[in-house]
């Protein structure tokens, strides 16, 4: 629309016209107060406390409920909005219950702020507060009924937002209150965000109530380590004798991708960090039993036997298994320390979606690839497969708000009823095990898998009309799920790119486009490099780096069974549970794990090593879109190391050539939030280990941005600007820019971790929260099913 | 479950004009005989009008909205745009709900039929071809009588797909709400209508431009729809001869209840003398006691003293030029053995009990109101208090979502102005001074 400009105070402002007044004010640097209104939900009109004089109209009005309009004239500060709004807080207070002083959201309350900027400083009713006791709701969602100011943005996020409407106002009056949908309790996605948005502490939640004061925290900005979205989530961390502990996370100042979005992983599941089972000593198995060592006796034990296996049967006798969820820089360095110092290309990962295949058919194309923040404005989106609900909770609000606010068309093709189908313009539902795939070659013009497609709720002319309403769409982004595989990408984006679309591919945690990117592959090298190609990698990794491709991880289990391979190099995996591999036959190798816990597979280890997980390190993260962000340190858990610090480590005792593994010593300390966490002593730990090696103490080789430099410079696609990625935004990595990709791994080795909302991996077993909501929805189920029988 | 019907009793008075009030008693209920009593006459003349033409005949008419916030009829016709992909509707306004109102209840009662031939008209004039009939829950009773009339004007051909044999459709459907006063108001009317809760609608847009299922509306008062046929039939200029100006046009129902010793609904013209009104009409105040205070429309207008009451006529000028409201024509006589503390804690008991909640100001000071009221009726109020309750009433007038708001706070604001001295006499823990008096009344 047309812009107008109006006066606010004496300001002139210029903006659409049909902007809300209230945004036009924000933008003019005037601050108008309100409860009800919340950016990007609907409108409400309810609280009064947006009250603002505007010329030629005779009462007051909201600036929330007010288009602007050319030549406007506004004036917030005068006595008498002044005075409107403290009688409105003043009114409030009437009811509400003092009880600041152990209120969650005291010192963060909203109220507690207007009643501050508006003053209310006497009581003048005499009559009893109502009284209602306390409420729980849902494992994480607790209800203080007094403290509520019906402001109604619960009820509107939830509804609006979420899509999952479970929550309502119930009577009328000063007897309104906020109710759950299913009389006393919820069912919902238990994202938490109701309890986010409540200005005051009506809401509270299960995990965090109670526990502390907001001032209390160090409130840390750091990257989720759950599905592969990425969203941003600023933990709060406290001082604990362990060294830190996570209570909350949140993300109140919407920087991000995410704005304020986050999911019940993101809000709550960081507590596996301060499970119980949590391992912070090193072990190495003795007759038979895992014991607890001195970190210098497993690194020592680790690196002679890396040693000795490498130099007596050659680096083949060697396999490494990385990680989804390490930072890139630990994964490059993981595969670097693969190929040029224990000499193999037996490296691989727990693959989730075919990035090489993708990578292959983007390569070389100009803006080929989407953004997640894309998704939200963009005109039209086609997803093919995936639930995002359940596995990418944030693309799914994505988009929702783009169909709700920014008039988007969603086109689904999936074989399920997924719950995006409310959302979607057209959706087509295929046969399972396949139909995605069938879709993708209808979509790209063969007629002859229509009848396969066909069924009874999607006949012949509901496909053609899907495949035309697709067809006519000129800014399109396609989403797909890794039902799509090999050639089915290829024809995807073959297809796709002849109408300029543009593509995202989706993989299943948080840093599984990381570990692709970084070479995690026997066949790949980072930026989706063929081993066999005479690359600058080649060159630089040394003469040890075999030419040929490695075993992926069936082959190095196979090889393990028939006693070829001599040891096995696991790092954040759990592959016995995950490919349910027997564990005897893995019972001639020498197997290292590095883990938070002593997993399926770790249990039949020699050697266990402690890790840190992502909220106890620094580093960069890319989520599936190709976003890169930037992890910051929250804090230390005493006696675990970051799986970077490990890998050098080794390295080291191995009697390799530190500086040449990790270029350090060079450039300016600028951390990468190394020691911006609850607790940084780990400045000082380096320095000692630096110092007692004659090394330069200027960038240490555990500071994973000693890496970035070569990460920068070798791997396609990620020369990217850093002054933005170092701010706390997100930078998207382009495409290779080469075509020279080798062709993608088997399609078999790609195993979709099929996580729900509720679940995510090993990480997810070890979180209370997480647990705490399965347990309470089977629970509920039962219970539900007992009146039915 | 039956509800027994009594018939309510009518009133009458030589001074009265009945324009829409001529049929009560007359068994218009029944369609043949509405007809024989000149009914569905102005319908018919209607189909022959040029839309425009009809909108003009009720704008010349000074018709002004009956149900209290005296819009001008015609002039809300005209605001319903000509073309319209949404389909347009009539909506009537039945949720007659305001304290001391009386009047929608007996024209349903006594003449459905006047109803249906105004929404018919409506209709026309705009363009829709659906009208609604509200009612208030409580008026479940007279649901029947509605139903009926509809029923046999379908039978007669006056409703459905060609009224009146003229190729042109028109159907009407009737609804009945679940007991709320906020109802009443015609956004949230809409929303208990579509099956939401009964809350008010951000306005704008009006519901001229979106209303009832996003589509264009007319909303109006069951009085103001019966009021209809007859300007057609007899014309604008007509029905505007019978009140003092052109824009405070004809007659309308007065319901006079409270301390009259005549109490009912009688039809008067516009700017009739509250004086006559008080004393000619409702045979003045009963026990030989003296007028205290008249509420002039309703529980949501200002109250008057005795001398504002005795001098005031009955139109929209005369209160608009005080900054006031002539309201719904529910007119209370207060006499002087009345507890005024009383009257404004019955008032806001009332609101109380039917704000929405939507907003705060509302929600929260109609209960702080009804609290300290009753507090300070028992004889716990201290002098703070009666400033407190002026506050807290003008903090709600004009701030809040809907006018429940405003109806609720100036009742109060006038009664503890004019009548503040009663106030202090309750203070220090006096007994209230009118409390046997007041108690005989029943008014809480």
Redesign the interface.
Do not use: D, H, P
């Given at each position: 629309m047309a812009d107008v400009t109006i006066t606010v105070d004496g300001k002139k402002v210029t903006a659409p016209a049909g902007t809300l007044l209230i945004e036009a004010c924000k933008s003019a640097g005037v601050e108008v107060p309100a409860?009800c209104y919340y950016p990007g939900l609907s409108?409400q009109?309810?609280?009064?406390m947006c009250?603002v004089r505007i010329e030629k109209m005779p009462?007051?009005q909201t600036a929330c409920?007010v288009p602007i309009t050319d030549g406007m004239i506004v004036i917030t500060a005068t006595p008498e909005v002044h005075?409107?709004r403290k009688?409105?807080v003043e009114?409030?207070l009437?009811?509400h219950p003092l009880d600041c002083p152990v209120c969650d959201a005291g010192g963060e309350c909203e109220l507690q702020d207007m009643t501050f900027a508006y003053g209310a400083a006497e009581s003048?009713?005499?009559?009893s507060k109502q009284h209602k006791e306390e409420q729980q709701w849902s494992p994480v969602v607790f209800f203080d009924r007094p403290r509520c100011?019906?402001c109604y943005r619960c009820v509107r996020v939830c509804g609006e937002g979420m899509d999952v409407w479970a929550l309502g106002?119930q009577?009328?009056?000063?007897?309104?209150l906020i109710a759950p949908n299913k009389q006393d309790h919820l069912e919902c996605e238990e994202c938490g965000m109701c309890i986010d948005i409540c200005p005051v502490g009506a809401l509270t939640s299960g995990a965090y109530r109670y526990k502390t004061r907001p001032w209390e925290m160090n409130h840390v900005g750091t990257i989720c380590t759950h599905c592969a979205d990425g969203c941003k989530t600023t933990l709060g961390v406290r001082r604990s004798k362990g060294g830190m502990e996570i209570v909350r996370g949140d993300n109140r100042d919407k920087s991000g991708i995410n704005g304020d979005f986050l999911c019940i992983k993101g809000r709550y599941a960081f507590d596996f960090a301060n499970s119980d089972d949590r391992i912070t000593q090193p072990l190495v198995r003795r007759d038979g039993k895992l014991m607890a060592v001195s970190w210098e006796q497993a690194i020592d034990h680790v690196a002679n036997r890396f040693k000795q296996i490498r130099d007596s049967q050659g680096g083949g006798a060697i396999g490494v298994i990385g990680s989804n969820r390490t930072t890139n820089e630990e994964n490059y360095l993981l595969q670097k320390f693969a190929r040029s110092i224990l000499g193999t290309n037996n490296i691989d990962h727990h693959q989730t979606a075919d990035y090489p295949a993708f990578a292959k058919a983007v390569a070389g194309k100009q803006n080929i690839t989407a953004t997640l923040r894309e998704v939200t404005t963009a005109p039209a989106v086609l997803l093919i497969g995936n639930d995002p609900t359940e596995q990418h909770p944030l693309l799914a609000w994505n988009l929702r708000t783009n169909v709700r606010i920014h008039n988007g068309r969603i086109y689904i093709v999936n074989s399920g009823d997924i719950k995006l189908r409310r959302q979607a313009r057209a959706y087509a539902q295929v046969p399972m095990d396949g139909g995605e795939s069938l879709m993708v070659r209808y979509l790209g013009g063969d007629d002859s898998v229509a009848s396969q497609l066909q069924s009874s709720s999607l006949s012949r002319d509901l496909l053609r009309e899907f495949r035309d309403k697709v067809k006519g769409e000129k800014e399109l982004i396609i989403v797909f799920g890794s039902e799509l595989r090999g050639d089915d990408v290829f024809r995807l984006v073959k297809w796709g790119s002849a109408q300029s679309a543009k593509f995202i591919c989706l993989g299943d945690y948080s840093n599984s486009r990381g570990a692709a990117d970084m070479g995690l592959y026997p066949h790949l090298l980072p930026g989706f490099t063929p081993v066999s190609s005479n690359s600058a990698f080649a060159q630089e990794y040394g003469s040890l780096m075999p030419g040929q491709a490695g075993l992926d991880i069936q082959g190095m289990f196979s090889a393990a069974k028939s006693g070829k391979l001599g040891a096995l190099y696991i790092v954040g995996s759990n592959p016995v549970a995950r490919y349910n591999i027997d564990p005897f036959a893995l019972k001639n190798t020498c197997i290292v794990v590095q883990d938070l816990f002593l997993t399926e597979t770790a249990t039949i280890a020699e050697v266990f090593l402690p890790a840190a997980n992502a909220y106890e390190k620094a580093g960069t993260y890319s989520n599936t879109y190709g976003d890169l962000q930037l992890l910051k340190k929250a804090g230390d858990l005493a006696g675990v190391r970051t799986d970077f610090e490990l890998i050098v480590r080794i390295a080291d005792r191995m009697g390799a050539d530190v500086h040449k593994l990790v270029p350090f010593g060079k450039g300016i300390r600028a951390d990468m939030g190394q020691s911006r966490g609850a607790q940084s002593g780990e400045a000082d730990q380096h320095l000692v280990w630096l110092s007692a090696r004659n090394l330069e103490p200027k960038l240490s080789p555990f500071d994973p941005e000693a890496l970035l430099d070569e990460i920068q410079r070798l791997v396609p696609g990620y020369n990217f600007s850093r002054l933005n990625l170092f701010s706390g935004g997100d930078v998207h990595t382009l495409a290779p820019e080469f075509s020279s990709i080798s062709q993608p791994s088997s399609p078999e080795s790609i195993v979709p971790a099929n996580d729900t909302l509720f679940t995510s991996g090993t990480l997810g077993r070890y979180s209370n929260t997480l647990n705490s909501v399965i347990e309470n929805r089977q629970a509920t189920t039962v219970e539900a099913q007992i009146p039915a029988d | 479950m039956k509800t027994i019907y009594t018939p309510t009793p009518l009133a009458s008075h030589p001074d009265e004009v009945r324009i829409i009030s001529k049929r009560f008693g007359h068994g218009a209920q029944n369609i043949d005989r509405y007809i024989e009593l000149g009914g569905y006459k102005a319908a018919r003349k209607a189909l022959e009008m040029q839309p425009d033409d009809i909108i003009n005949e009720v704008k010349a008419s000074g018709l002004r909205g009956r149900g209290g916030a005296g819009f001008a009829t015609g002039m809300k016709w005209s605001f319903i745009p000509k073309q319209s992909e949404a389909p347009k509707y009539i909506l009537i306004n039945g949720d007659e709900s305001e304290p001391a109102t009386c009047k929608d209840r007996l024209l349903v009662e006594y003449d459905p039929h006047a109803i249906i031939e105004g929404v018919i008209i409506a209709g026309l004039a705009v363009g829709a071809k659906l009208g609604f009939i509200y009612l208030r829950g409580e008026y479940r009773y007279l649901l029947e009588i509605m139903e009926k009339a509809v029923a046999d004007a379908y039978v007669k051909g006056f409703l459905g797909n060609s009224i009146f044999g003229s190729g042109r459709e028109f159907n009407i459907l009737t609804h009945t709400g679940a007991g709320a006063y906020e109802v009443g108001e015609e956004s949230a009317l809409m929303e208990s209508l579509e099956g939401k809760r009964g809350l008010p609608r951000l306005k704008p847009p009006f519901p001229a431009i979106k209303g009832l299922y996003g589509g264009p509306t007319v909303i109006n008062n069951v009085e103001t729809i019966a009021t209809v046929p007859p300007i057609i039939l007899n014309g604008g200029k007509w029905y505007v001869s019978f009140g003092p100006n052109e824009k405070n046009g004809g007659t309308r129902l007065t319901c006079l209840t409270g301390h009259f010793n005549k109490p009912g609904v009688y039809e008067l013209p516009l700017g009739y003398p509250s004086k006559k009104m008080i004393y000619e009409v409702g045979g003045g105040i009963p026990n030989g006691r003296k007028l205290k205070a008249l509420v002039p429309g309703g529980s949501s207008t200002f109250l008057l003293n005795q001398e504002e009451a005795e001098s005031a006529t009955m139109d929209y000028d005369w209160f608009a030029r005080r900054g006031e409201f002539l309201g719904s024509g529910g007119v209370v006589a207060i006499d002087d053995q009345t507890c005024m503390v009383k009257v404004a804690l019955r008032i806001m008991k009332f609101y109380q009990h039917e704000s929405c909640g939507w907003c705060i100001p509302c929600r929260e000071g109609t209960d702080w109101l009804k609290k300290t009221l009753t507090r300070f009726h028992d004889g716990g109020g201290v002098n703070k208090d009666i400033d407190q309750m002026l506050y807290l009433a003008n903090n709600m007038a004009g701030r809040t979502f809907c006018a429940l708001g405003d109806a609720a706070a100036f009742p109060t604001i006038s009664i503890v102005k004019k009548w503040r001295q009663e106030f202090e006499e309750h203070l220090d823990g006096k007994p209230c001074p009118f409390e046997p008096v007041s108690r005989e009344m029943a008014i809480a």
């Open positions: 409860f409108v009109g309810a609280c009064r009250l009462k007051l409920t005075q409107a009688a409105t009114i409030l009437g009811n003048q009713y005499m009559e100011i019906l106002v009577n009328r009056g000063v007897a309104s | -």
